[in-house]
């Protein structure tokens, strides 16, 4: 098993610019996450799904938005790229939510100038 | 909702030292605790988690937390650290009484290994 990938590893983008951070996960979860780690701050939710079909904001959704039409998929789109963004993108996979171990992605640095 | 509060951002040891990191928690509920560690330019993986029963868990690389109820405290230790063990250390918890609760993580603690 692969686990959880990302894509791509590392991304500069300019200002209003839009972009799609890819996650795919073959461990067949049905509970996917979006999280942002920043100096400092620990790791903040951005989106999280309970299934195909179904998702749901955290802490941090403002400036993104996420889809899933498949069990295996979580992409993360940045519409329009804000210096706040900046930042390194963790996607997480786990079977259920409460004692269920999550899997992490190796992430995705982003640095929007 | 649930608060965690990592008390050392760093925690420089030197080789075959032992060492504890310490983490607190806040909830109106019972939780469920884990520590995750980050190595360099990765991503998180499991140490250990607390779910119920012993209060002394056992994890990978010789990585052992107890968990307090009554300091609401969820400390990681090892008796004798290695090069190979510096990485930045992050405490979580989840809510275990509500269906659907998410990980909530403290700040981190970057734990340094020097020979």
């Known amino acids: 098993n692969a686990g959880v990938t990302q894509t791509p590893k590392f991304r500069i983008l300019k200002i209003g610019q839009s972009m799609t951070l890819q996650c795919t996960q073959d461990?067949?979860?049905?509970?996917m996450y979006w999280y942002r780690q920043d100096p400092g701050m620990g790791l903040k939710l951005i989106y999280y799904?309970?299934?195909?079909?179904?998702?749901d904001k955290g802490e941090v959704p403002n400036g993104y938005n996420v889809s899933r039409s498949t069990t295996e998929d979580f992409p993360l789109r940045l519409e329009l790229a804000a210096p706040s963004q900046t930042s390194v993108y963790f996607c997480?996979?786990?079977?259920?939510?409460?004692?269920?171990?999550?899997?992490f992605g190796p992430g995705t640095r982003l640095t929007v100038t | 909702a649930q608060s965690v509060t990592q008390l050392d951002s760093q925690v420089p040891v030197f080789e075959e030292a032992p060492v504890e990191l310490r983490c607190n928690y806040s909830?109106?509920?019972?939780?469920?605790l884990f520590w995750y560690v980050q190595y360099p330019n990765q991503g998180l993986q499991l140490l250990l988690k607390?779910?119920?029963?012993?209060?002394l868990v056992k994890g990978i690389n010789g990585f052992e937390a107890e968990f307090n109820k009554s300091q609401t405290s969820f400390h990681l230790r090892k008796p004798s650290v290695h090069i190979s063990d510096t990485a930045e250390y992050f405490c979580?918890?989840?809510?275990?009484?509500?269906?659907?609760?998410?990980?909530?993580f403290g700040e981190g603690t970057q734990l340094t290994v020097n020979p």
């Open positions: 979580a918890v989840s809510d275990r009484e509500t269906s659907g609760s998410r990980l909530t």
């Open positions: 997480a996979s786990s079977y259920s939510t409460g004692s269920y171990e999550q899997y």
């Open positions: 607390y779910l119920s029963g012993s209060t």
């Open positions: 461990m067949n979860h049905n509970y």
């Open positions: 909830s109106s509920v019972s939780v469920y």
């Open positions: 799904s309970v299934g195909a079909g179904i998702t």
